[in-house]
């Protein structure tokens, strides 16, 4: 079994809890419980569509350690306008800055742009729906001065240029688990936005290298639990973010009570 960390400070800034899986785990309280006695300090449980944000709400109820983020996946979004949901996509939006108001929900995510699912049939017309909806979502964090979280699969230029178009340099942009070129790297991190790691980084040359690439300040961990798990084919959970700190603290040559701690302060300065 795993041993305490409590000498880590472990954050999660993008995971999902309200979907299916962590009964393998004992269900969601047990998995909470262990997560804290393991270092974890918070969790950024990030909503995909409308019944996803009040499930996640209703979990940060019941748990100190959830924190949320809002949003409506960018996929879900495309359905929603194209079955001519628009107006209760508007409201969505409403309900999403009434929770920011209300200190309820401290982010704004996941959203983004996704153009690697059913390629095969993305239009420019679906594609421009998606930047729609993503611009909607941008003007709420910018207005609110709250951090954004970004999905941008298969869309990483667009993603970056429409971030950019919406005034977004140094405002406070967190790419989820991303996936684009070296150049666009360089340019997100000179747009002062952030990286969050996830835990395959132990494997993946890709975020090895974003990792050199960027400062410490400029860097957050992630698992997307229940998804992405370190070990392939199982369920992913929150406490995994202590491989991606080993790895972090390996590449920058640093302790792990040193990265976790300057990760740890990251996470306030963006988020609190
Ligand atoms: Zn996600």
Redesign the pocket.
Known sequence: MSQTNSNMLLIDV?A?LDIEGYEIYGGIDKLLEECIHNGVKVIIT?GTDIESNRKILDIAKKHHIVKIALGIYPTHCLEMIEDGQEELFNDELGFIEQNIKDKKCIAVG?VGLEYSENKETLTDTKKRIQKDCLRKFISIAKKHNVPIII?SRGAELEVVELLEEEGMKNHKVIM?CFSGRKHLVQRIRDNGWYFSIPCNVNRSLHFQQIVKDTPMEQLLTET?SP?LSPDPGKINRPDNVKHTIQKIAELKQLTVEETSNIIYSNYQRIFL
């Open positions: 993008h999902h990030n996941e999905h989820h997307d998804y």
